[in-house]
C-alpha cells in the first residue's frame, strides 16, 4: 500500500526539484507505508508564506462558515475511521482498537471545535462611565505552526489544527517523520472538506531541517508542540529569541495509587490498561504504581499473574493486548532504560526483553515489563515511553502523595479507593493536571482541558474549551456612546 506524496502547500500537492525522499514503515513488519519529502528550510519559508498569503481571507469567513468546514472534516474523519484507525495501528503500532481510538478522538474533537465557531465567546463587562460599552473579542493570531508526535498521530494533529482554524488562524502542520503517512492522510481530508488554499499546510521530514524557520520566520506567531521535553526545550528556546508564544505539551511520569479499600480488581484492569495501552508510549501512560503496604503482595501477585497471560504480537491481529513499540530509537531507548534498572538495583519482577523469533524478528516488540522499585531510582523518575511498570511500596496515603508528586512532572494522576474524603484529598494534594478517581491515568476526554504542570508544559491546556486560547488574542473594545470626552479615573 506504499504511495507517493509531496508537500501541502498553497492547496497543492508538491514534489520540489530535487527533493530528497524517506519512507516510513510498519514497527511491527517492516511493511513499506509510503514515501515522503524531506521538507528543507526554503520548502517551510514557502509553506509559512502560504499561510501568511491565506491569513486575511480566512480570519474575515465567518467562524460559524469555518465550522461548517470542519464539520464536513469530521464527517469524513467519521467515513474513513476504520481505513485510517488502520493506518495509525500499521505505522505507529498500537493495538486496532486504540488505533480506531485514535482517529475517534480526532472526530470528537473536531466535532466539538465546529461548534466553537457559533461561540468563540467574549466578555461583556460594565464600564465606570454613562453611555460606554466594554467588551473583548477573540481574534486569531495570524499564520500558527504545529508539531506533532508519533503517539497519536491523528488525534494530536487534530487537537490543534481544529482549534488553530476555528479561530481563524492558518496553519503549518509538521508530522513526526515516523508517521508522515497519518499526517498525509489527515491533510487530505481537510483538503476534501472544502479548506481554501494555503490555509493548512503540511511539511514532512526532520525537525532538524524546518525547525529553526518553523520557530523563528517573522509571519509565525505561536508554536504549539507536542513531543519530548528535550525538543520542547529546544522549540521555546529557540521562539523565545523571536518573541514567539510557545504552547509545550511534553513528559510524564504518572502513578496510579492502589489504597487498601480500593476495589481490586478494577484497580488491576486500570493499571493494565494505564501502563501498557499503546506499549506505555502515552505522556499520560501510567509508570508508576503505588501500593499501600497492606495490600501489596496481594495486588502485585494479580498484577503478575494477569501479566503472564499478556499477548503481544501484530497490532492488526485479534486477541493481542500489545503490539510493538514505535521505533527501532523507541527500542533502543526503552531497552536502555531496563538495563538502568536492573543496574540501579531495581528488582525485575517481569518481563525486560527484546522478543525474538518468527515474526518478532520484523519488528521492536518488548516484553511487558514489570520492576519492584524504589522511588528515587531513575526508572521512577524518569519517563522511559514504553512497557515499563515501577511499582512502589507505599505505607499509607501521605506518603503515597509524596511519592506521586516527588517527580518533575505533572501530567496525569490517579487514585483507587473507596473512601470519599480520600479521594477528594488526593483531588487537592496531587500534582497534575489531570486526576482521575478510581480510573487510569489516560482515557481524557476532548471536552475538557488537558495538560500538565510543572516540566509537563508551561502553563497551557489543549481540549476543552479552552484550546482556543492558545489560538487567539484577546481585542478590548471600549465604545462611547455620550458624544463628548468622558476621562477615566480622572476626578472632574
Ligand atoms: C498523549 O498521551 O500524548 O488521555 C495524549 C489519553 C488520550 C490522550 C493522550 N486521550 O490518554
Known amino acids: 500500500m506504499s504511495q507517493e506524496f509531496g508537500l501541502f502547500i498553497g492547496g497543492k500537492w508538491e514534489v520540489p526539484p530535487g527533493a530528497k525522499r524517506f519512507v516510513t514503515k510498519s514497527p511491527a513488519t517492516g511493511e513499506e507505508l509510503g514515501s515522503f519529502v524531506s521538507a528543507t528550510a526554503a520548502d517551510a519559508r514557502r509553506a509559512i508564506e502560504s499561510a501568511g498569503q491565506a491569513f486575511d481571507g480566512w480570519r474575515r469567513t465567518p467562524p460559524p462558515k469555518r465550522g461548517q468546514i470542519l464539520l464536513e472534516a469530521a464527517r469524513i474523519f467519521k467515513e474513513r475511521k476504520n481505513d485510517l484507525g488502520r493506518l495509525v495501528t500499521q505505522e505507529m503500532g498500537k493495538i486496532l482498537p486504540e488505533g480506531k481510538g485514535d482517529v475517534q478522538e480526532a472526530i470528537d474533537f473536531v466535532e466539538y471545535m465546529s461548534g466553537e465557531g457559533r461561540r468563540l465567546l467574549g466578555e461583556t463587562v460594565p464600564s465606570e462611565l454613562r453611555n460606554k460599552y466594554c467588551f473583548t473579542l477573540r481574534q486569531p493570531k495570524g499564520v500558527v505552526v504545529a508539531i506533532t508526535p508519533w503517539n497519536f498521530p491523528v488525534a494530536i494533529p487534530n487537537w490543534k489544527i481544529a482549534a488553530a482554524l476555528i479561530s481563524g488562524n492558518t496553519v503549518v502542520f509538521k508530522p513526526a517523520s515516523n508517521t508522515s503517512r497519518c499526517g498525509a492522510e489527515l491533510t487530505k481530508v481537510y483538503e476534501e472538506a472544502g479548506l481554501p488554499p494555503g490555509v493548512l499546510n503540511l511539511l514532512t521530514g526532520s525537525g532538524s531541517s524546518v525547525g529553526k524557520e518553523l520557530t523563528t520566520h517573522p509571519l509565525v506567531r505561536a508554536v504549539s508542540f507536542t513531543g519530548g521535553t528535550d525538543t520542547g526545550r529546544g522549540v521555546y528556546t529557540e521562539a523565545a529569541q523571536a518573541l514567539k508564544y510557545v504552547h509545550l505539551e511534553m513528559g510524564g511520569k504518572n502513578p496510579q495509587i492502589v489504597m487498601d479499600d480500593a476495589d481490586l480488581d478494577l484497580a488491576l484492569d486500570g493499571v493494565l ?220
Do not use: W
Open 273 to 492: 490498561f494505564g501502563a501498557f495501552g499503546s506499549s506505555g508510549q502515552r505522556c499520560t501512560a501510567t509508570s508508576r504504581l503505588l501500593i499501600q503496604q497492606s495490600v501489596y503482595d496481594r495486588f502485585l501477585d494479580m498484577l503478575l499473574k494477569r501479566l503472564a497471560k499478556f499477548k503481544v504480537g501484530n497490532p492488526l491481529n485479534d486477541g493481542i493486548d500489545m503490539g510493538p513499540v514505535a521505533s527501532a530509537d523507541q527500542e533502543k531507548k526503552i531497552l536502555g532504560y531496563i538495563e538502568t534498572g536492573k543496574s540501579e538495583g531495581a528488582k525485575l519482577i517481569m518481563g525486560g526483553k527484546k522478543l525474538k523469533g518468527g515474526a518478532f524478528d520484523k519488528g521492536y516488540f518488548i516484553e511487558p515489563t514489570v520492576f519492584e522499585a524504589r522511588h528515587g531510582m531513575r526508572i521512577t523518575l524518569e519517563e522511559i515511553f514504553g512497557p515499563v511498570l515501577s511499582v512502589i511500596k507505599v505505607a499509607d496515603f501521605d506518603e503515597a502523595v509524596r511519592v506521586a508528586n516527588g517527580v518533575d512532572y505533572g501530567l496525569s494522576s490517579s487514585i483507587y479507593t473507596r473512601d470519599v474524603n480520600r479521594s477528594f484529598q488526593a483531588m487537592e494534594r496531587l500534582e497534575a493536571g489531570i486526576t482521575y478517581i478510581n480510573a487510569p491515568t489516560i482515557g481524557a476526554e476532548v471536552q475538557l482541558p488537558f495538560g500538565g504542570i510543572k516540566n509537563t508544559g508551561n502553563g497551557g491546556r489543549e481540549a476543552g474549551t479552552v484550546a482556543i486560547e492558545e489560538f487567539t488574542e484577546i481585542k478590548t473594545v471600549f465604545v462611547d456612546f455620550s458624544a463628548r470626552l468622558q476621562k477615566a479615573q480622572i476626578e472632574v
